[in-house]
């Protein structure tokens, strides 16, 4: 059985073991593969497993790679493949879930956290001799804020929204949350269930951790910022096109948002015409949320027992459109 890798390098640059993949068929791992029609058909043309993350497997592929029956989604998100298509042909597609709740939690308040302290500019500053030259015992380049009793507004309560909250009651903070199935067993003093529009009207931090559908693209616009509190932070660390960046860009120019800082954007890598580079006030980071080793550690696992399941004939986190 040969198994097919189209791009491992995010997963494994080097630290982790192909090994136990290995055991179960001949397997070749290609660290990128090119995102092109013709290029993607010859990696997998005569392959029985395929895993991707982010090597997007369409329809028209799938007409020329008959001999596939098996494509594991290295990622929880799993846009990139054709999944009616492939359902239609008999392929077992899978994803990856609840890998990196801890991973994606810790680092939306680790962007909260410079948001709030600017831990980042203000080492800078002393490196920099600034302090040293200050008059002053201490000084600070931005307002600092504490984040007690402040309101955090979390759109999606999944497992990581509702790690988010877990943290952010354990800083004193009020939690608002929208989610599409509540979950009523959660509620309490300090995080309730609201509408979408209460959540950003009476947020002063709004965290996004909501899957990418038709309805929730672009969610975070012109139209609903303009709804939101004067000086709102907004945090991205679910998907890029949640938010309309031409528009955010807008609002922390204007002041309408003070900062925002975000994980992931519409296209990644991050093209440089991206409007968000002319914004003020805008933390950036390459999609890292999901990369501590932990993190990796365990979608491999999972990986590997999904493929398990499949070759036993009982497959698990099967994905269906």
Known sequence: MKIVVLDGFTLNPGELSWDSMKEM???????????????????????????????????????????????????????VVDVVAATAAGITVTNIPAYSTEAVAQMTFALLLEMCNHVGKHNDAVWKGQWSNSPDFCFWKTPLIELTSKTLGIIGFGRIGQAVAKIAQAFGMNVLTYTRSKKLELNDPSCQYAEFEEVIAKSDVISLHCPLTEATKGLINK????????????????RGPLVVEEDLAAALNSGKVAEAALDVVSIEPIEKNNPLFNAKNCIITPHIAWAPKESRVRLMKIAIENLSAFMNGAPVNVVKE
């Open 223 to 238: 139209d609903t910022i303009s709804r939101m509190k004067d000086g709102v932070k907004i945090i991205n660390t679910a």
């Open 25 to 79: 068929g001949d397997l070749i791992v290609y660290d990128r593969t090119i995102k092109e029609h013709d290029a993607i058909i010859k990696a997998i043309a005569d392959a029985e497993i395929v895993f991707t993350n982010k090597t997007p497997i369409t329809k028209e592929i799938l007409k020329e790679v008959p001999a596939v029956k098996y494509i594991g989604v290295l990622a929880t998100g799993y846009n």
